[in-house]
């Protein structure tokens, strides 16, 4: 069964420096979301994308944040300027289009640690 | 936005006991509540799902009833079994467009052999 894969498992960086975080969705589908899961804590909405342009944003979804699927199979998720708040786990996630099943699949995770 | 409130944060059962799981939510809008459960390192993964046009869906040991009205729906899980330990979420969204899920805290269920 195809899964939504993300790169790295987890990354260290230090406050100030600039993470790009990587998934690949599941070759069909044509939603992509990013959540993030601070540890002990629910996951949280960051953005969503279709068509090549964000659909939606939460708040936590700052200018220090930006997407973008620069290829036909890619969707990443840059950090600009990492704070330490910004330690948690992201997760990747897609979905079919419309008329097709609502599932969202998640990928397993990118753990980020900012020092 | 929508908000999800979840109870209780931990259940710890008996194996071969019941456990319930409970949410509400606040915007009436949303029309599709899912329920993933997350092992400790692990990715979420959808266990079921629900529409607003039914009230209960069930899917073997595991069932989901929904209250539009009082806007709370709940997880059944019955003859629970020690895999069945892990976070449970719960989510809300509207089916429209990208339909963004908004979780629930979790809640941690623990299964006693």
């Known amino acids: 069964e195809p899964e939504v894969t993300q790169t790295p498992s987890h990354q260290v960086t230090q406050m100030g420096q600039e993470v790009i975080l990587r998934c690949v969705p599941i070759?069909?589908?044509?939603?992509f979301y990013w959540y993030r899961q601070i540890l002990g804590q629910k996951v949280e909405f960051l953005v969503s994308f279709y068509n090549n342009e964000i659909s939606e944003k939460s708040e936590i979804f700052d200018d220090q944040f930006s997407v973008e699927r620069p290829d036909g199979s890619n969707f990443t998720l840059k950090i600009r300027s990492t704070k330490l708040e910004d330690s948690a786990m992201y997760f990747c996630?897609?979905?079919?289009?419309?008329?097709?099943?609502?599932?969202?699949?998640f990928g397993p995770g990118t753990r980020l640690t900012v020092l | 936005g929508e908000n999800v409130e979840q109870h209780p944060s931990t259940l710890s059962v008996q194996e071969g006991d019941s456990a319930v799981i409970k949410c509400t939510y606040s915007?009436?809008?949303?029309?599709?509540f899912p329920w993933y459960k997350q092992e400790l390192g692990k990715r979420p993964q959808l266990i079921i799902d629900?529409?607003?046009?039914?009230g209960e869906k069930k899917d073997q040991r595991i069932a989901v009833t929904l209250n539009k009205t009082a806007k709370h729906f709940s997880l059944h899980i019955t003859e629970t079994q020690p895999e069945d330990s892990a976070v449970y979420f719960c989510?809300?969204?509207?089916?429209?467009?990208?339909?963004?899920?908004?979780f629930g805290t979790g809640t941690r269920l623990t299964v006693i052999p």
């Open positions: 996630a897609s979905k079919p289009g419309r008329g097709k099943p609502d599932t969202q699949y």
């Open positions: 629900i529409r607003s046009n039914v």
């Open positions: 989510a809300a969204s509207i089916l429209w467009g990208a339909n963004n899920l908004f």
């Open positions: 070759s069909n589908h044509l939603y």
């Open positions: 915007d009436s809008a949303s029309n599709y």
